[in-house]
């Protein structure tokens, strides 16, 4: 029998950003003009759901002492498996659970008419989910973590409600998850910003730690604004719509950032703060626009 107080590893923020990340790859799709029934989208966002909550379950089970001795973080772990080894037990066995139920769920659909790049994207999130924190790959402690997070958030989650819509990733998707990529490359810099002693203290290996919190305000800018050329000079379909303006938030929080914020612990906390919730903003206003 699982524990409710389980539920409380899932963090809600995350699942949020995880529909609206998958909202974006169906709605492009639809732009295009794809079809996709409301079981569909149903059946589409619950793979993302369970592939998603994969994720926050073997994250907290295999990261117990890197938390322990972290200070808290806005967006991050709720710790509660520290100090309970049946309860981080069973939260292994969730996270095994949620793996199998969504690639069970992607080959279903593939069964019943979608294609089979479905099922290697599912397949691919969850193994990177799991080599994220895992043992002895741990991408997450040899400065691969941040790709791996750009790449599940940035181009698997959005690629599955895609794939639905259109049956197959193509040329237009692959320009389409440019700037998504880069903006799931922010997400990971901003998540690891407050945990930059607690990183080098525990040798686990970040960009982050590695060029310090000043430089990596720098290299966020920097891609906040590649992301935003890429709307307004890429992606012509898009820039007769708000999408190339509306992307100027991110770049206006990271640019904030950098000139007002400081390298201490108190403004990484705040810069976590302020640049993710630019990145849920953008993303919400990106359904919107594609939505009319």
């Not at 000139?259 to 919107?288: P, V």
Request: charged share 10%.
């Amino acid at each position: 029998m699982v524990n409710l107080k389980l539920l409380k590893v899932i963090r809600p923020h995350i699942v949020a950003g995880g529909f609206l990340g998958y909202l974006v790859g169906a709605l492009y799709g639809l732009s295009l003009g794809g079809g996709l029934s409301w079981s569909e989208f149903l059946l589409g966002y619950l793979i993302v759901l369970f592939m998603d909550l994969s994720t926050h379950y073997n994250n907290d089970y295999y990261d117990v002492e890197v938390d322990r001795s972290a200070p808290f973080k806005p967006f991050g772990s709720v710790n509660l498996l520290i100090d309970d080894n049946e309860m981080r037990n069973s939260a292994l066995r969730v996270a095994v659970g949620c793996s199998v139920i969504s690639i069970l769920m992607a080959s279903v659909s593939v069964f019943i008419g979608s294609t089979w790049h479905l099922v290697g994207v599912v397949v691919l999130f969850n193994a990177l989910g799991w080599l994220y924190s895992a043992p002895p790959v741990r991408l997450h402690s040899r400065r691969l973590g941040e790709i791996t997070i750009a790449v599940g958030t940035g181009f698997c989650v959005s690629a599955v409600g895609y794939i639905l819509t259109r049956n197959g990733i193509d040329g237009f998707f692959t320009l389409f998850s440019v700037p998504l990529i880069l903006y799931g490359f922010i997400l990971s810099l901003c998540l690891q910003v407050p945990d930059y002693e607690v990183d080098r203290m525990m040798d686990k290996k970040t960009i982050v730690g590695l060029i310090g919190r000043r430089r990596t305000y720098l290299v966020v800018l920097l891609c906040a604004v590649a992301a935003s050329a890429t709307y307004f000079h890429l992606l012509p379909p898009l820039n007769s719509m708000m999408v190339p303006w509306v992307s100027l938030v991110p770049a206006a929080s990271s640019l904030f950032s950098v000139l007002l914020l400081s390298d201490s612990l108190e403004h990484a906390q705040q810069y976590t703060k302020l640049n993710i919730s630019a990145l849920f903003l953008f993303l919400a206003c990106l359904d919107l626009l594609l939505l009319l």
